[in-house]
């Protein structure tokens, strides 16, 4: 009985020893795996941080390098359009407006010549103007110098006219001499000068000339050879009267040239 309880107690030893090594090694197991585990967390959570520092760079990298090559593209193309406008201008709208400067040159240059040919015209009538008033100044000035001379003319050819008139008509040469008799029929003596060829046929009406003074009155009719025919000179206490022809065209010269002169 004892040995049998000394084996009981034996194994019982070992039992118990080997389940204190299990417990042992489980202790052992769970607090190594705890430590290990702890260790390895922190390398791969650095492992891990690391990596993700890779990845974030390389995506970064990436997303830098897309981003560059789609603003090289954006450029190549905006270069492109610019590039396409340019030439679209240069073959269509600057032909359009190269066209359109010259239309507004041509249109310029043709308003600038209209303008420049009314100034012509307008130059040449004012010019034409004063020609013409220039002419009318000199036509007057004509027309007034020759108007004397016409006037001149005029009363000489009268002169001779009325001469040989009144050297045929005895009637109108009597009619002149009684005219200039009512200028001086107040004087008491009267002395009538008259071209000898008109010397008997006014002597022959005497009678009708003293008839014109009142009475008391004395009328001599003298015969001159230097008068001309129509001539008619009478003498009285007034003095010396140019009755003839001549004398009353030169009267009326005078009153006409004054009035020419007036105007």
């Given amino acids: 009985m004892p040995a049998a309880e000394g084996m009981i107690s034996l194994s019982r030893i070992i039992k118990s020893q080997q389940a204190n090594e299990e417990k042992s090694k489980k202790i052992a197991i769970k607090i190594r795996p705890f430590n290990f585990l702890k260790n390895d967390d922190a390398d791969e959570r650095k ?115 009325i ?22 029929r107040d004087y008491r003596e009267v002395q009538l000068h008259i071209h000898p060829i008109q010397y008997q046929s006014i002597l022959s009406h005497k009678d009708e000339l003293l008839a014109i003074f009142p009475k008391d009155t004395e009328l001599y009719i003298f015969p001159d050879d230097e008068l001309e025919v129509g001539s008619c000179i009478i003498e009285s206490e007034n003095g010396r009267m140019d009755a003839s022809v001549d004398s009353q065209l030169q009267e009326i010269k005078v009153k006409l040239t004054e009035l020419l002169e007036g105007e």
């Fill in 47 to 161: 492992n891990l941080h690391y990596i993700q520092s890779d990845e974030f760079l390389n995506d970064a990298k990436q997303e830098a390098e897309t981003l560059l090559l789609e603003a090289e593209q954006k450029a190549q193309t905006i270069a492109a359009e610019i590039q396409l406008d340019r030439e679209q201008w240069e073959n269509q709208e600057k032909a359009m407006y190269i066209e359109q400067a010259q239309k507004e040159g041509y249109q310029q240059g043709v308003e600038d010549g209209i303008q420049k040919g009314y100034n012509e015209i307008a130059a040449e009538i004012a010019f034409a103007k004063e020609v013409v008033e220039s002419s009318k100044k000199d036509y007057r000035h004509n027309i007034e110098s020759s108007e004397t001379v016409i006037l001149n003319l005029a009363l000489k050819v009268a002169g001779k006219i």
């Fill in 163 to 184: 001469g040989k008139q009144l050297e045929k008509d005895e009637e109108s040469f009597l009619y002149i001499v009684k005219r200039a008799i009512k200028e001086v």
